[in-house]
């Protein structure tokens, strides 16, 4: 099937999804639950979020398909997300139209899911978003699969295709950019470095990629595809606007992944290889320059899951992109042709009986200096790093719990904490601001249904 069959398919996908939204008065869904008969701790860690268990992985790899055989189940879900945001030192500006400089409110997003079974071997994990903060609804994460089982030589073999608009966000484990710590975050404060490999999101919800994978014995899988850009006229018609628009991607656009997994059922581990490469032309006009990317990861991941009562899990992932910058440099929007930008993550947390939980995770970004490219930054580098402790409780969401599985509740308190931003420790701006003063304080509610 060629690309612009899928992206034909890909808008029919989205119609009938906004078609949903009208006629009706976002990760873990209860959808989920209610399909498969089991409790939301079945499929994730913590009792409801992105987190994975292994049942959840091989849910995932298996099409979303998995179900109790009962009838009736409507593949529908919903989130909505509420928020404090307190920084440790007011921001110059507004983070946002009708934000102040510290000390925000904010629903952050109510979302809609088309989320399950919808044939025998397909499934969906299809999201529409309500954006509180820009006040915008559009297209969110879309994850649509055909997945088949088969056996080879004498071992179980799954295989499947996504069709999604974001690259890793077909990928079933919690190691990679698009699943990982944190699984939620301020957008009125300060989450995480301001730079990012390509990978880590700067595509998402802009493109429609189409791959293939295999998942062999339980243990092993691999993964490969393509994608391609959306138009601009596409874009605004899903409701992501024509100001985020990354520009177009050049042929031979290659997504890849492979990974060895284990389930110990007492504990389970995974460790991973991925890359990303693609070139992009930021104006679109022909003949123009492009820019070129090319990402490559490690990853892993380990979860202690020998009792209900206490879970441990560890997550980790560097990503290594090297960068090729015709159109930037072309646009005098940078000062050297090649450049390079590096990503760790190191996150681990702990769940008592699904409903406490706490989290503490690491990040770095560095990479080489250009003095265009990274001019408002210290030291000409986009060089990030600090820590982000999570402590949560879920009231509901276990089995046991008050109108499972339609009812899951999650409060949180976040702290992210920079010990170096845009460069340096302090004065990173020039105007004495420090990394410190962008130390943030997220008080969250979260809820799905």
């Known amino acids: 099937m060629n690309m612009h069959r899928l992206l034909r398919r890909f808008a029919l996908l989205t119609g009938v999804t906004a078609g949903l939204i009208s006629a009706t008065p976002s990760w873990a869904v209860p959808s989920f639950a209610r399909q498969t008969g089991q409790d939301c701790a079945a499929c994730h860690i913590?009792?409801?979020?992105?987190?994975?268990?292994?049942?959840?992985?091989?849910?995932?790899?298996?099409?979303?398909?998995?179900?109790?055989?009962?009838?009736?189940?409507?593949?529908?879900?919903a989130m909505v997300v509420a928020s404090r945001t307190h920084t440790s030192?007011?921001?110059?500006?507004?983070?946002?139209?009708?934000?102040?400089?510290?000390?925000?409110?904010?629903?952050?997003?109510?979302?809609?899911?088309?989320?399950?079974?919808?044939?025998?071997?397909?499934?969906?994990?299809?999201?529409?978003?309500?954006?509180g903060i820009g006040k915008k609804t559009a297209i969110d994460q879309m994850d649509l699969r055909f997945a088949h089982s088969a056996e080879w030589q004498g071992k179980e073999l799954i295989l499947g295709a996504s069709l999604n608009?974001?690259?890793?966000?077909?990928?079933?484990?919690?190691?990679?950019?698009?699943?990982?710590?944190?699984?939620?975050?301020?957008?009125?404060?300060?989450?995480?470095?301001?730079?990012g490999t390509l990978i880590n999101g700067a595509l998402e919800q802009h493109v429609v990629g189409a791959s293939a994978y295999a998942f062999l014995d339980n243990s092993w899988y691999a993964e490969l595809g393509s994608y391609r850009s959306l138009s601009p006229t596409t874009q605004s018609r899903l409701g992501l606007g024509r100001a985020d628009d990354p520009g177009k991607l050049g042929n031979g656009t290659a997504y890849w992944r492979l990974a060895w997994?284990?389930?110990?059922?007492?504990?389970?581990?995974?460790?991973?290889?991925?890359?990303?490469?693609?070139?992009?032309?930021?104006?679109?006009?022909?003949?123009?320059?492009?820019?070129?990317?090319?990402?490559?990861?490690?990853?892993?991941?380990?979860?202690?899951?020998?009792?209900?009562?206490?879970?441990?899990?560890?997550?980790?992932?560097?990503?290594?992109?090297?960068?090729?910058?015709?159109?930037?440099l072309a646009a005098g929007e940078a000062s050297n042709l090649n450049g390079s930008l590096n990503e760790l993550k190191l996150n681990a947390s702990y769940h008592f009986n699904q409903s406490w939980g706490l989290s503490l995770g690491q990040f770095r970004t560095d990479g080489s200096a250009d003095s265009l490219l990274y001019a408002a930054n210290a030291g000409n580098v986009p060089n990030s790093a600090g820590q982000v402790l999570q402590m949560d409780w879920t009231p509901f969401g276990k089995e046991d719990s008050w109108g499972a599985?339609?009812?899951?509740?999650?409060?949180?308190?976040?702290y992210t904490r920079f010990t170096k931003y845009n460069g340096a420790s302090k004065n990173y701006d020039g105007a004495g601001r420090n990394a410190a003063d962008n130390n943030t304080l997220f008080l969250f509610a979260w809820t799905s249904f």
């Open 46 to 77: 913590g009792a409801f979020g992105p987190q994975l268990t292994p049942f959840g992985i091989k849910f995932k790899i298996g099409g979303y398909t998995d179900s109790n055989g009962s009838g009736g189940n409507v593949p529908l879900s």
């Open 89 to 131: 030192k007011a921001q110059d500006a507004a983070p946002a139209d009708g934000y102040k400089t510290n000390d925000n409110n904010a629903l952050d997003e109510a979302s809609l899911f088309i989320a399950g079974k919808l044939a025998d071997q397909l499934g969906a994990f299809m999201q529409v978003t309500y954006d």
């Open 165 to 195: 608009n974001n690259p890793g966000v077909q990928d079933p484990f919690n190691s990679m950019p698009v699943w990982g710590f944190p699984y939620i975050g301020s957008a009125l404060g300060f989450s995480g470095p301001e730079t």
């Open 261 to 328: 997994f284990k389930d110990l059922k007492s504990s389970a581990y995974s460790v991973g290889l991925f890359g990303f490469n693609s070139s992009i032309q930021p104006d679109r006009s022909s003949g123009s320059a492009s820019n070129r990317y090319r990402d490559i990861g490690i990853d892993g991941q380990y979860q202690f899951l020998g009792t209900r009562e206490h879970v441990f899990t560890l997550q980790g992932s560097y990503v290594h992109e090297t960068q090729r910058r015709d159109a930037l």
């Open 405 to 414: 599985p339609w009812a899951n509740v999650k409060l949180g308190a976040q």
